[in-house]
């Protein structure tokens, strides 16, 4: 498992590489953003990816 931890960046900032990770060398990936403040419209989007990914 890679675990990457970043601070204050865009939501989809990332999921490039954990795509990457799991499609090319079958690896769970995870990125951990921490902010101070999200707001809706990116809730609903990350809402969205989480769903389609399962």
């Known amino acids: ?3 990457e ?3 204050d960046s ?4 990332g ?4 795509i990457a990770l799991r ?10 953003h921490i902010t101070q ?3 809706e419209r990116t809730e609903r ?3 969205r990816i ?5």
């Open 50 to 54: 989480c769903a389609s990914i399962g």
């Open 23 to 32: 499609e090319l060398y079958s690896r769970e990936a995870v990125i951990l």
């Open 37 to 39: 403040h999200v707001d």
């Open 1 to 3: 498992m890679s675990v």
């Open 10 to 13: 865009r939501f989809y900032s």
């Open 5 to 7: 931890v970043k601070l």
């Open 45 to 47: 989007a990350l809402r």
């Open 15 to 18: 999921i490039d590489q954990a």
